[in-house]
């Protein structure tokens, strides 16, 4: 970490993950990966019992009979039962095809960010029993996420995200810091108007609705986020972003 860093006002970075890091949204691939069963440490009856109760369970919030909440809850439980145990195999199953979809655009801040050379955190609605290992393997130190199944807490997402996020940077004394966001969807709006510079990865259209309704804030195209962000947080000018 840079000496000095978090006295001063160099701007925090802060990631969304399902369709920013990510282009792709994890949930459906965790959830692919429930119905699917993957854990060969369980024996078969077991993953079938585990598959099927995951299909259940998204057919009731097709059906209207749950909230996407509901779901998730659902099968934040099932992932921790099928889990216990497997001294985090699946999880890194998982996880190794969750870094396959990362945007290339974030692929050189992420380098440098795993070399310690700003501060950031990734703030996801994603469920923490896999947001946080993959936050980690991706290598954020600060992460926040829903709360994994069997802790205390609420979906973090939209003004529970902002409010999640606040509470952090008091803890961490970076409250008055810049903050620059990278997202896509407009359910970081509550998000989006507590920052200074947002690099949008939704649609073009979004980001012009987006800058004509919020003109204090200085919002890019996410694809041009590598060669700004040296900038941004002052990196050394032989920091090198070749992926």
């Not at 986020?225 to 090198?240: E, G, M």
Request: hydrophobic share 40%.
């Amino acid at each position: 970490m840079v000496p000095g860093r978090t006295a001063g006002t160099r701007p925090l970075v802060i990631f969304d993950l399902d369709g920013t890091i990510l282009s792709v949204n994890s949930f459906h691939i965790w959830s692919l990966y429930m119905i699917r069963a993957r854990f060969d440490h369980l024996p078969l009856i077991n993953r079938v019992s585990i598959g099927s109760a995951a299909i259940r369970a998204l057919i009731g919030r097709k059906c209207g009979l749950t909230t996407h909440l509901g779901l998730k809850r659902r099968l934040q439980e099932l992932w921790q039962s099928a889990t216990q145990g497997d001294n985090g195999a699946c999880a890194k199953r998982l996880i190794d095809e969750l870094k396959s979809h990362v945007r290339p655009e974030v692929v050189g801040v992420l380098k440098a960010l795993e070399s310690d050379e700003f501060d950031a955190v990734m703030a996801t609605a994603a469920a923490g029993d896999y947001a946080l290992p993959l936050g980690r393997a991706l290598g954020f130190k600060h992460i926040l996420a829903t709360p994994a199944w069997g802790t205390e807490g609420e979906e973090n997402i939209g003004e529970n995200k902002l409010k999640s996020l606040l509470a952090f940077l008091a803890q961490q004394g970076w409250q008055d810091r810049p903050r620059i966001l990278l997202t896509d969807h407009r359910d970081d709006l509550p998000l989006i108007r507590a920052c200074s510079t947002v690099y949008w990865f939704g649609s073009s259209d979004e980001r012009r609705q987006l800058a004509e309704n919020i003109p204090q804030v200085c919002i890019h195209e996410g694809c041009v986020i590598d060669t700004h962000l040296k900038r941004s947080v002052a990196l050394p000018d032989t920091y090198s972003y070749a992926c």
